[in-house]
């Protein structure tokens, strides 16, 4: 089957413009997940989604992060106004809502550089 | 805020040699996860630990949880230099209705030197 797929897989901004990432996930997947990870540090949650509603946004600073998902497969984050701590790898995950089926699959990620 | 701790944040050893990593969280969980990441990339998953489990086996993979002191270890057994990587643990706590959601530590960067 084919994997989670994010574009794009890198991008450089100045502080204050405003950025997009999308993710596809894996076909079937009804849970998708934003992380952020900033160097040297583990993924961080930013947001859930369960189809097309979202689960957890409580690490998700709303006042310049959004994010969606349409018709619950793909979804978009967005960055407005960036500023240089959103410098980081911006990780898409997605996983199965089946019994036992806790694993979560992994994007390549889209590595964000804010000057 | 991070729940998993992972000791060391480096390790370097020569190929052949075991590597063993440490896992420490704080609160009740539901199961313990293991990812990789190569540089430069995704995580992938490696492995899982439930809360009733003690001890797991995957291929050279062998994970153990400690529900008692919260902690986990992974040993990889007859490292190769492919296994060079950082290594996160995530625990998943679970939610009213049924979401997991991870959380992971800072990681620990294994070197595999030939």
């Known amino acids: 089957e084919a994997g989670v797929a994010q574009s794009p897989r890198y991008k450089i901004i100045e502080k204050r413009q405003s950025v997009a990432f999308w993710c596809n996930p894996i076909?079937?997947?009804?849970?998708l997940y934003w992380y952020q990870q900033i160097l040297g540090q583990g993924p961080k949650l930013l947001i859930q989604f369960q189809n097309n509603g979202v689960v957890d946004d409580s690490q998700l600073p709303k006042d310049r992060f959004s994010a969606e998902r349409l018709k619950g497969v793909d979804s978009t984050l967005k960055i407005q106004p960036a500023k240089l701590e959103d410098s980081a790898v911006y990780l898409c995950a997605s996983s199965s809502l089946l019994a036992n089926q806790e694993t979560q699959y992994f994007g390549p990620g889209t590595r964000l550089l804010v000057l | 805020s991070q729940q998993g701790e992972e000791d060391p944040q480096a390790l370097s050893i020569q190929e052949g040699e075991n590597a063993t990593m440490n896992c420490s969280y704080k609160?009740?969980?539901?199961?313990l996860q293991w990812y990789r990441q190569n540089s430069g990339r995704g995580l992938v998953h490696l492995i899982l630990?439930?809360?009733?489990?003690r001890e797991k086996h995957s291929g050279r993979l062998r994970v153990t949880l400690d529900t008692s002191k919260k902690s986990s270890s992974l040993l990889i057994t007859a490292s190769r230099a492919a296994d060079t990587a950082s290594y996160f643990c995530?625990?998943?706590?679970?939610?009213?209705?049924?979401?997991?959601?991870?959380?992971f530590g800072a990681g620990t960067r294994l070197a595999v030197h030939p």
């Open positions: 995530a625990t998943d706590r679970g939610f009213s209705g049924g979401y997991n959601k991870l959380i």
């Open positions: 076909s079937g997947h009804a849970t």
């Open positions: 630990i439930r809360s009733n489990e």
């Open positions: 609160t009740s969980i539901n199961n």
